[in-house]
Structure formats: C-alpha cells, structure tokens
C-alpha cells in the first residue's frame, strides 16, 4: 500500500503517511492519538477560561471528565445508529473505534445534555457554563480532523481546482466513499493510481480555527451569557452545512436518502440564529428598563 498524500496545485508532497506506530505488537492509530491530543489543549484552555471567569477550576475539571467521556460514546452511538446498514452484519465492529467511525455531531449532543444535567446538580448557570466549554469542543474539533487526514476518510468529492488532494486509491479505508468521477479521473504517479479530492478535514479545521480566533477575540465583551455557545451554534452549524455537501461519506437518515448532519446542521443554524437575536433584544430590553 502506498502511504504518500499529495497536494499537487500547491507542489506539496507527503511521502510515508502512516496510519499510525506500534509499541511492541500494539498497533497505535493517529487518529486516537490527534483525538487525546485535542481533548488535552482543549480541556486546558477549558479551565483557564474557568478560572478567568470566575469558576472553580477543579469543579469544571469534573464536568470536563465526565461528559468527554458521555461525548466520545456519543459519537460513537450517533454513527453506529446511522451506519447500522454496515454495523448489523458486523455488531464486533461497533466496538472497533481505532479506525474511525466518530461523529462530532454525536458528541456535541450528548455533551450539551451532559453539561446541562451537570450544570443542574452543581447549581451552576447553564449558559455560562456553555460558554466557556464550547472553546473545548472547538479546539477538539480542529484538531480532530487531522485523524481523519491520516485514516484517508471524510474527503469529499471529486475536484482538481487549488486545494486538490491526491489518495492512494488502495490506501482509501473504504471503497464506498470512492465515487464513479473519482474513479474517471485518477491520476497516475510513478504507477501509482490516486483519486483527486477535496480536502473537507482541512476546510473544516481552518473553518473552526477561524471561529475560535473570533470568540477569543470577542468573549470579553460578550453581550450576554449564552453568546459564545449560540455563535458556535451558529458559524460552525453554517461551514458544516457547505463542508457536508461536499463529502462522499454522509451518514444518511435512515431510508429516506437525506445526510443526517446536514440537515442537523441546518437546524443548529436556525436554533442558534433564534436563540441569539431573542437574548441580543432580552439584554437591549433590559438596559432600557434601568435607563428609565
């Protein structure tokens, strides 16, 4: 198997890209590697934001465990749950997450409902709470989309403009995604055959990386609790929407043929859109009732 990624637009080329190392006999995936990586920066951003304003830091490192761990079987349920058509031939494999098969979209769900009950024992304000564990979930997500560079995964389709990204054809992790214009426009390098894809990783990490530099700059001034939360709701449901349109691998709604991300996305959009604009008129209302 040839392991080389080429970028050939922007004369970039990647000899010997595994898909990880072993220790011993132990086989060790970068995609779980990239994941711990993220979570790590993210979780540490997460407490000196706590700190910052005003939380207790080991109380948020709790919160921090607890739903990293509820948010990863998340991921996990919401792509098996979409994926079954595989995963009912093969349930062994639902258990063999090294190779992929985490959805974020997954994760965030479950993560926010775990915030929220948590938040509720702890007595701590929900939204205030959000906005500081939403810059965690964005650092996680940047990060995270390297994993899937390295697995050969959530590419999208078929493209030969700037951005053009050169696969292996025999190091794809799986044929489904390779479509019939991929497969009619390989490229052949040194008698290797490779498929020319949008990078949508790399779209999706610099799209967040863009939003996490925004809500950096901004948090101090935020409008009102909840904004840092409905922005992510907002701009990232908004690059996720274009992003999913572009993939080959969408997880779909069931029998109705429809990208359940997408369509998640487009409702996250909508949601924050509300959520926002009824809290910037709440806080306007409000400093009028003090004026007067």
Same mark, same amino acid.
């Given at each position: ?18 898909? &990880?190392?072993?220790? &011993?006999? @132990? ?5 779980? !590697? ?5 979570? *790590? ?29 509820? &948010?990863?079987?998340? =991921? ?6 979409? #994926? ?10 639902? @258990?063999?997450?090294? +190779? ?22 702890? $007595?701590?304000?929900? *939204? ?12 996680? +997500?940047?990060?995270?989309?390297? %994993?899937?560079? @390295?697995?050969?995964?959530?590419? %999208? +389709? ?33 008698? !290797? ?16 990386? %863009? ?26 449901? =908004? ?5 999913? &349109?572009?993939?080959?691998? /969408? ?10 991300? /997408?369509?998640? #996305? #487009? !409702?996250?959009?909508?949601? %924050? ?8 008129? $709440? +806080? ?9």
């Amino acid at each position: 198997m040839n392991t080389s990624i080429i970028f050939p637009n922007l004369h970039i080329t990647l000899d010997n890209v595994g898909k &990880g190392f072993y220790i &011993g006999s @132990f086989f060790i995936a970068f995609y779980g !590697v990239i994941i711990a990586i993220g979570m *790590l920066i993210g979780v540490s951003f997460i407490l000196k934001e706590a700190k910052r304003v005003g939380f207790n830091e080991d109380e948020f490192l709790d919160i921090c465990i607890i739903t990293i761990i509820v &948010g990863v079987l998340g =991921a996990r349920i919401y792509y098996v749950v979409f #994926a079954w058509d595989y995963y009912k031939g093969n349930p062994i494999s639902v @258990f063999n997450i090294r +190779q992929g098969g985490l959805a974020i979209y997954g994760g965030v769900l479950f993560g926010i409902a775990c915030v929220y009950i948590l938040s509720r024992i702890k $007595k701590l304000d929900f *939204l205030k709470v959000m906005d500081v564990a939403m810059f965690g979930v964005i650092i996680g +997500q940047i990060c995270g989309r390297w %994993g899937n560079f @390295f697995n050969r995964e959530a590419f %999208g +389709q078929y493209t030969d403009g700037l951005f053009a990204m050169l696969l292996p054809l025999d190091a794809i992790r799986s044929m489904d995604d390779v479509t019939t214009e991929m497969l009619t426009n390989l490229v052949t390098v040194n008698g !290797v055959d490779y498929i020319s894809v949008h990078p949508t990783f790399l779209y999706e990490s610099l799209w967040n990386l %863009g939003l996490l530099v925004l809500l950096i700059c901004t948090r101090k001034k935020k409008p009102f609790d909840g904004y840092v939360f409905f922005m992510y709701l907002i701009i990232y449901g =908004a690059g996720r929407f274009w992003i999913e &349109g572009l993939r080959t691998d /969408q997880l779909k709604l069931w029998a109705t043929g429809l990208p359940v991300s /997408q369509l998640l #996305a #487009a !409702v996250l959009v909508v949601l %924050g859109t509300g959520l926002f604009v009824y809290n910037f008129k $709440k +806080q306007g209302a409000e400093i009028v009732k003090k004026e007067k």
